[in-house]
């Protein structure tokens, strides 16, 4: 087991290491959205069906995804110095090629590169994070990248809409080159050298899990992206749900049995880990397939640019960021379980309002207000999860467990956007999409709604010192 790659001493140092790896993050959840209000211009310029547009997001939610927890067992492994440095490599790379690519069939290779790159990156600098520091710091530094995985995916919608209006979707991108490289440039500069040798022991890996937990996870969105043209019941859907289904519960069994499996029994024993990662699927399913619909709404049926769109979804970003600087004092005097609770519950409400919007709705009076309460949930909950989630996991195996809780998040990123977009999408027409956006509401609903009961019920509650959370939000 390597040693943590704490900051070189000095508080200034030590911050500067903070802030980079929220930049990574931020970067990454970025990209889970920053192509929503991009889509129709994609699929104009590249000539693509409408129903096969989400898989600009799919390819990268599900090679993210699937293999985070290969990731975070390789940080364990070999060095998190190293495979963070890998996966920012790989990542700014495959932001280029997407952003030069002359084929819809290019565009989805490049982003499922990316994704790749992401899955090295995004649990290898939350491990980082957890490790290099302790006591009140760690606390504060969770809450900080609870506050970034909500905003950045708000954020990621904004800045969509501003490059495709102002240059072209190929600029959402490109963008991520300066800022990959400006990020691999500060890693040796702020990370300690991982310990030598560099041998990777490949019977430490379980490569043939991570292989059915892909193939598995394939299976079912392949299915339920058929489920709007063949309906739910035709036989390829069903057979693909029960396929998918059948291959993630083998993966489970191996996990359970297998002599290395890439999430250690030890880790497996956090049930506050576990619990939140299951109510990390459910919530980011809820905002991502979210903004999916919105983004879908707004331009196809309410005939908003690009631009348009990206500005509507500012004051989600904006209560995200207000609701994650009031979790960072709710959650010293509540808990982190109450605080996640009333996120959830405040996302089913704005859930419930967006179920009710007309046919023609207007912004200010229909939408934005359905807006706001989910960016507060989203604010709330996700740093709720964050620091609940995390609070009991040591330096070792940090690796494995937040390659655990960022997987939760990016399944979930896949099961929302593909399940709401198979809803949305099957009437069709304008006014078969406002019917698909009232019932995708119905269902996020419904499910925000399940998932606070199970935060009440099953989500251990963490209460850390005062002032700490609240520290690393300035």
């Given amino acids: 087991m390597h040693a943590p790659p704490h900051p070189a001493s000095g508080t200034n140092r030590s911050w500067a290491l903070l802030i980079l790896l929220c930049a990574a993050e931020f970067m990454v959840a970025l990209d889970l959205t920053v192509a929503n209000v991009a889509l129709p211009s994609i699929g104009r310029d590249l000539h693509v069906a409408a129903g096969d547009l989400p898989w600009v997001l799919t390819a990268y939610i599900l090679a993210t995804g699937g293999l985070m927890l290969v990731a975070g067992r390789l940080a364990d492994l070999v060095g998190r110095r190293r495979v963070l440095l890998a996966g920012i490599a790989l990542f700014t790379g495959a932001s280029l090629a997407s952003g030069l690519a002359p084929s819809f069939a290019v565009l989805i290779a490049a982003r499922a590169a990316q994704g790749v790159g992401a899955a090295l990156l995004l649990p290898t600098a939350l491990s ?35 490059l495709t209006e102002a240059v072209s979707w190929e600029w959402i991108f490109l963008v991520n080159v300066p800022l990959g490289a400006a990020a691999a440039a500060l890693v040796p500069r702020l990370l300690a050298r991982d310990p030598e040798p560099v041998r990777l022991p490949l019977a430490r890996l379980d490569l043939p899990g991570a292989l059915v937990l892909i193939a598995g996870l394939v299976a079912v969105l392949l299915a339920i992206s058929e489920a709007d043209e063949r309906g739910w019941g035709a036989p390829l859907v069903l057979a693909g749900l029960a396929g998918g289904v059948g291959l993630l519960g083998a993966f489970a069994l191996f996990e359970r049995s297998g002599a290395q499996p890439l999430v250690p029994p030890s880790v497996w024993r956090l049930r506050s880990l576990v619990a939140g ?12 397939g979210s903004f999916f619909l919105n983004s879908l709404y707004l331009q196809d049926a309410l005939g908003y640019t690009a631009l348009e769109s990206g500005l509507g979804f500012l004051p989600i970003a904006l209560a995200v960021l207000a609701a994650a600087h009031v979790a960072s004092h709710l959650i010293t005097r509540l808990g982190s379980r109450t605080v996640l609770a009333v996120g959830l519950a405040t996302m089913a409400g704005g859930a419930l309002l967006l179920a009710t919007i007309p046919d023609q709705a207007a912004y200010v009076a229909d939408l934005l207000p359905g807006y706001l309460l989910i960016g507060l949930g989203a604010g709330l909950g996700f740093v709720g999860i964050s620091v609940g989630a995390m609070a009991d996991v040591g330096d070792h195996g940090a690796g494995a467990a ?3 809780l960022t997987t939760g998040h990016e399944l979930g990123a896949a099961i929302g956007v593909a399940v709401l977009a198979a809803i949305a999408t099957a009437g069709g ?4 999409l406002a019917d698909g956006f009232r019932t995708g509401y119905v269902v996020a609903a419904g499910i925000a709604a399940a998932l606070t009961a199970v935060a009440l019920l099953v989500v251990p509650s963490a209460r850390p010192a005062p002032g700490a959370a609240h520290a690393a939000l300035h």
């Fill in 429 to 432: 027409d304008a006014a078969g």
């Fill in 402 to 404: 937040s390659g655990l």
């Fill in 277 to 288: 990662t299951g109510v990390m699927v459910g919530a980011t399913g809820i905002v991502a």
């Fill in 128 to 162: 980082i994070l957890t490790t290099a520091y302790d006591g009140e710091r760690r606390t504060a530094a969770l809450a900080a990248w609870g506050a970034i995985a909500s905003s950045g995916a708000a954020v990621g919608l904004l800045a969509g809409g501003l």
